[in-house]
């Protein structure tokens, strides 16, 4: 009896431990009420994903641990996206879609440019897919499906699709079908932005060559990027996976501008044609004024200042809570990643003078000064609210990128 009843608990707690981990739920339209059929359901930026039936059900198994965006998209409706938590799962999840207004072919303030891809296709591709060897091996399966809209006052270009952008990546193995929301580049700030919900499903090889080079690059995709610095910022060892991060100090413009403005105020011609400056009329009582100008005056535009001591991650990071830690800073931060030299293509992209054994070199900085949730897999919200440049600037594209369920082989320093 004692026996049997240990082995129906056991049945329980297996079912219950299955329960958790599966993700359920039914996808109608929502004008009609009449359930989609093969509307697409997947975790954004993994490779877990599957269709709804005809009776629009879906069921999504393996929901893994942590924090993920559940996407729900389909041709002719406005995509469905939802924060869910593992420890969280709704039972059912009731999906109602919106159909998609056409907006392209509506006479609007800035109209879609025409022969848009013929003049911006290529700097899509560039920034979009990425230039590094990976890109070489990618193609753009839909590009049709891209449109273009420039905007002359605020100088930004941006660029929409209507259907999920599809992506064949040969270098490591991945179809990827990328619903894009944001892709502007403003060229006044030089900043480029783009944010959508990626899916990822695994090419099928039956040559165990190819399936090993596929693992190779991903690996060396992996090891230096964003992905792998947030992962060892949450777990606290960035120093141990090779990660040195400095202080970065940006001094403003402003003050320059202050002090021209205040030197041209005092300056003045004399008899003999120079230009006078009254240093005495300088500055507000303090005796070493008229030098301070002078040395603000003297300075280049723009000057950084770097703190040559490496931080430890729990000097930028703390924990939110036992899902999710906080990464926050003042300034800027220089990263360099010690296990990586910088590729040939990004010395050619940018023009360096490259000295030996040079490693990957990034910059990051929170513009609108908020706190990033970081997660265990990598991910972290809101992307819009941290800008890297760099190596990083370069390196982080669609050529580039891994789903956040990938996990990487040991490293080979």
């Known amino acids: 009896m004692r026996i049997g009843f240990i082995f129906f608990l056991f049945l329980c707690v297996t079912k219950n431990v299955y329960a958790q981990n599966t993700l359920k739920g039914r996808v109608f339209a929502a004008d009609t009420k009449q ?37 729900v998209s389909c041709i002719g409706y406005e995509s469905y996206v939802a924060t869910i938590q ?26 879609y ?43 930004v270009l941006r660029a929409f699709a209507d259907e999920p952008v599809i992506l064949e990546n040969k270098a490591l193995g991945y179809i990827l079908k990328y619903d894009l929301k944001t892709f502007e580049y403003n060229y006044s700030t030089r900043i480029f932005y783009f944010q959508g919900y990626p899916l990822f499903e695994e090419m099928e090889t039956g040559r165990k060559r190819i399936e090993r080079r596929w693992d190779e690059k991903r690996a060396d995709a992996y090891y230096g990027s964003l992905m792998h610095f947030m992962r060892s910022l949450f777990r606290n060892k960035l120093v141990e996976e090779g990660f040195e991060v400095r202080k970065l100090i940006k001094i403003s413009e402003e003050e320059k501008k202050r002090v021209r403005a205040l030197y041209n105020k005092r300056a003045y011609t004399n008899a003999s044609g120079r230009i006078v400056v009254n240093d005495s009329l300088l500055g507000d009582g303090n005796a070493d004024s008229a030098q301070y100008y002078r040395k603000v005056m003297s300075q280049p535009e723009k000057m950084n200042v770097l703190i040559n001591t490496i931080l430890p991650g729990d000097s930028i990071a703390f924990a939110i809570d036992s899902f999710t830690a906080g ?22 992209a940018n023009r360096l003078s490259v000295q030996p054994k040079m490693t990957v070199m990034s910059e990051i900085f ?7 949730a970081v997660l ?19 390196w982080e594209k669609l050529a580039t990128m891994l789903p956040y369920d990938y996990k990487p082989p040991a490293r080979k320093k």
């Open 327 to 348: 990464l926050f800073f003042e300034d800027h931060l220089q990263v360099i990643y010690l296990y990586k030299q910088v590729p040939d293509e990004y010395v050619q």
């Open 376 to 394: 265990a897999n990598g991910s972290y919200y809101e992307g819009i609210d941290l800008i890297s440049s760099g190596y990083w600037g370069w």
């Open 35 to 71: 359930p989609i059929h093969l509307a697409n359901v997947f975790l954004s930026n993994t490779s877990i994903g599957t269709v709804t039936n005809a009776e629009g059900f879906f069921t999504l198994d393996h929901f893994p641990p942590g924090r993920y965006d559940v996407v």
């Open 366 to 372: 929170l513009p609108r000064k908020k706190t990033i």
């Open 86 to 111: 593992y420890a969280q799962l709704p039972l059912t999840l009731e999906v109602n879609l919106k159909p998609r207004i056409n907006i392209l072919q509506e006479v609007i303030v800035e109209p």
């Open 113 to 155: 440019e025409k022969n848009g891809w013929e003049k911006y296709g290529q700097f899509f591709l560039d920034n979009f897919i990425g230039t590094s060897a990976l890109a070489k091996d990618c193609k753009l399966r839909n590009p049709q499906t891209i449109r273009f809209r420039y905007n002359k006052k605020e100088n």
